[in-house]
């Protein structure tokens, strides 16, 4: 849409590069193209707007496939006006020269044209296929067929319209046929999923046995360890007793043979000093044996006076002296 502005009894008008405007003056033809700037009068102006940019036309139709599927088709399809002066000719693109608003709407015309040209050709190729080729492959076919009736179609050419490019974005069933298409999918899916969980499961048994059979292992191979421990510290026991032992053994019979050396020597000495005894015993004996019986019996009173008593008062009774002296006199006799 131009930029109308007013001044008194004059107007101006103000286009775009993606408008063309066409200004014509009592059926005179004063200016015409894009970009276009000039002064006019609202009573005795023709304007004409044609919108020359690329344009996106979305179309949603129904069809049906061979074996009486209804399918959803849907589509965009890019357009132009080619020619705006011939299109200018053919459908109603004028504006009103006072504030520059559209009085037709000649776009709806152009988009029902080609909605109508584009659903032909789509609905020719889908009643022949059944339903799974055409949500597989029918949509390059459909696509296809779409580009060339519009390329082709004498009525765009006439009107100054052309197809820049034409594309089938999918074809669909209805709601309820399509879950029922995708159930074999979903289900094949959930046992790819099912045998992947029972995969996962399995592993994980298998993990766990492993885990289970590893510490067993580690169990049985502690026991081991112990009887040997065990065993090892009986055998040490039994080698620290039987060194105590013969240790003991060892000290005892040092004990004893030093004892039996003691004894011996004392024996021996014990011997010896007997021997000696007896010798000096006897070598007395032979030196008192040629001895008169008076110097005996005075060794014999000498000794016992070593043996007696200390005497420390001496009384001599006339009995007793009597005696002595009688035994005195005797003796020189």
């Known amino acids: 849409m131009a930029d109308v502005k007013r001044l008194l009894f004059l107007r101006h008008l103000r286009g775009t590069p993606t408008v063309w405007v066409r200004f014509k003056k009592r059926g005179r033809l004063r200016k015409e193209g894009t970009d276009q700037s000039f ?3 609202p009573l005795t102006a023709v304007l004409s707007e044609v919108p020359v940019d690329d344009r996106e036309l979305p179309l949603l139709f129904h ?3 061979a074996d009486f599927a209804d399918v959803t088709v849907q589509a965009t399809v890019t357009y132009r006006i080619a020619d705006p002066a011939l299109a200018a000719t053919r459908l109603d693109f004028s504006v009103d020269p006072y504030d520059g608003r559209a009085r037709a709407r000649p776009l709806d015309q152009v988009a029902t044209l080609l909605t109508e040209l584009a659903q032909q050709p789509a609905l020719d190729l889908l009643v022949h296929l059944p339903l799974a080729d055409a949500l597989t492959v029918a949509i390059t076919e459909v696509r296809q067929a779409v580009a060339e009736a519009l390329a082709d179609d004498a009525r765009l050419g006439d009107i100054g319209v052309a ?3 034409a594309r089938v974005v999918a074809i669909r069933p209805e709601p309820e046929l399509e879950r029922s298409l995708q159930t074999p999918t979903r289900e094949a899916v959930q046992q790819d999923a099912d045998k992947a969980t029972y995969a996962r499961r399995a592993q994980a048994v298998e993990q766990e046995r492993a885990i289970a059979e590893n510490e067993l292992q580690n169990k ?4 081991r360890r112990e009887q040997q421990l065990v065993e090892q510290k009986g055998a040490n026991d039994r080698r620290k007793a039987e060194l105590s032992a013969a ?12 004892e039996r050396t003691l004894a011996a020597a004392q024996a021996d000495k014990v011997r010896a000093v007997g021997v000696a005894e007896a010798e000096a015993e006897e070598a007395r004996m032979a030196a008192y044996r040629d001895l008169p019986p008076a110097v005996l019996q005075s060794l014999a009173l000498r000794e016992l006076a070593g043996q007696l008593p200390e005497i420390g008062q001496l009384t001599i ?3 007793l ?3 002595t002296l009688a035994r005195l006199a005797d003796g020189p006799r």
Do not use: F
């Open 39 to 41: 002064w006019y009068r």
């Open 63 to 65: 069809a049906r496939t």
């Open 163 to 165: 197809v820049v490019s």
């Open 220 to 223: 049985i191979e502690l026991a």
């Open 247 to 258: 240790a003991a053994l060892a000290a005892a019979q040092g004990e004893a043979e030093k």
């Open 317 to 319: 009774t006339p009995d």
């Open 321 to 323: 002296l009597t005696g």
